[in-house]
């Protein structure tokens, strides 16, 4: 195995991660992930919103503005909630 060469305090060659770079990579990945899984949601109920107003891809028909102010509302909530948990415990959801 070689060792990594190191100037002016850059290394360019394989090392190994220490604990705290470890922990911080884990832990962005986790944050990434929550966040992908509320985006899906949102996705999924603007998808759920525009078919319960007869709107299909590419259709002309609109959101009321009720209804706008109703899925506003509802990504405010969803993006005040620091945990994935509290986004899939939403009182919305069926058996919610």
């Not at 070689?2 to 220490?18: D, I, K, N, Y």
């Not at 102010?69 to 009182?91: D, F, G, K, M, W």
């Amino acid at each position: 195995m070689r060792t990594a060469r190191c100037s002016a305090g850059a290394c360019r060659g394989p090392a190994p991660l220490g604990d705290r770079a470890a922990e911080a990579v884990a832990d962005a990945s986790r944050r990434l992930a929550a966040e992908l899984v509320i985006r899906d949601e949102v996705d999924h109920r603007l998808r759920l919103l525009d078919a319960a107003q007869g709107r299909v891809d590419g259709g002309q028909r609109g959101v009321s503005l009720e209804g706008l102010r109703q899925v506003h509302a509802e990504l405010r909530r969803i993006a005040r909630c620091p945990t994935v948990p509290c986004a899939v415990s939403c009182s919305t959801w069926p058996g919610g």
